[in-house]
Nanobody, 119 residues
Framework: QVQLAESGGGLVQPGGSLRLSCAASGSILSINTMGWFRQAPGKERDLVATITTDGSTNYADSVKGRFTISRDNAKKSVYLQMNSLKPEDTAAYYC?????????????WGQGTQVTVSS
């Protein structure tokens, strides 16, 4: 079974930092684009950042310059370094990956990890 396991969420004060991790496991032949999405209460799930297999990145305007996405292909993992956090960053953060399992390309999601920015 393919799974995406997230960790690193928590409570942090405004201006603080947090690092999210997501590791894929199971019968995986290849991983394409990986990314992070977030969803605040009463809002739709929005893209935060993505990273391709060759390292090309895209960021939402709201996090550009503050967040950094990276990946470790050997560990089948993707990370999100979040600096200068703001209260509006508060949301459930979801890891996302397009990967090839035993038979096909499939999009997988992590279970979500809560990030709360509050004084």
């Amino acid at each position: 079974q393919v799974q995406l396991a997230e960790s690193g969420g928590g409570l942090v004060q405004p201006g603080g930092s947090l690092r999210l991790s997501c590791a894929a496991s199971g019968s995986i032949l290849s991983i394409n684009t990986m990314g992070w999405f977030r969803q605040a209460p009463g809002k739709e799930r929005d893209l935060v950042a993505t990273i391709t297999t060759d390292g090309s990145t895209n960021y939402a305007d709201s996090v550009k310059g503050r967040f950094t996405i990276s990946r470790d292909n050997a560990k089948k993992s993707v990370y999100l370094q979040m600096n200068s956090l703001k209260p509006e960053d508060t949301a459930a953060y979801y890891c996302n990956a397009r990967l090839h399992d035993f038979t096909r390309w499939t999009v997988y999601w992590g279970q979500g990890t809560q990030v709360t920015v509050s004084s």
